[in-house]
């Protein structure tokens, strides 16, 4: 039990692992770099979602879990419409394909922010 806590916890601290190995079993299976890309984002938006949540209730001891769905949702919002203003027929799936796509985006730029912040304020802190 302890052990799995433990990849858990590493996952959710370097989601970029998963990235890394979703894209490295996929590209030798398959020889598609495509395929490899989209597969190692879809695989690791689930773990930066977490490490984003995390991350916040670290540093700043605040749960904003409800935030961060409304983020997607927003996301998948604003996905829909600009879809919509460029095509007159679109699917369910490809908007939630693209609001995937750009809540990774979202979230891995939140992410390095949180980082940079949480080393930034953890040297501050010792400083005192």
Do not use: Q
């Amino acid at each position: 039990m302890v052990a799995a806590a433990n990849l858990l916890s590493i996952l959710l601290y370097a989601p970029y692992l998963i990235y890394l190995l979703v894209f490295i079993i996929v590209k030798k299976i398959s020889s598609r770099h495509r395929l490899a890309v989209s597969s190692g984002i879809s695989a690791t938006n689930p773990f930066l979602i977490g490490s984003v949540y995390f991350l916040i209730l670290f540093i700043w001891k605040i749960s904003i879990f409800w935030v961060l769905c409304l983020i997607v949702a927003a996301i998948g919002i604003l996905t829909a419409f600009y879809i919509r203003s460029k095509k007159d027929d679109f699917t369910i799936s490809h908007i939630i394909k693209s609001t995937w796509r750009l809540s990774f985006l979202v979230f891995f730029l939140l992410h390095i922010a949180l980082i940079v912040t949480g080393t930034v304020l953890s040297i501050y802190e010792s400083l005192l």
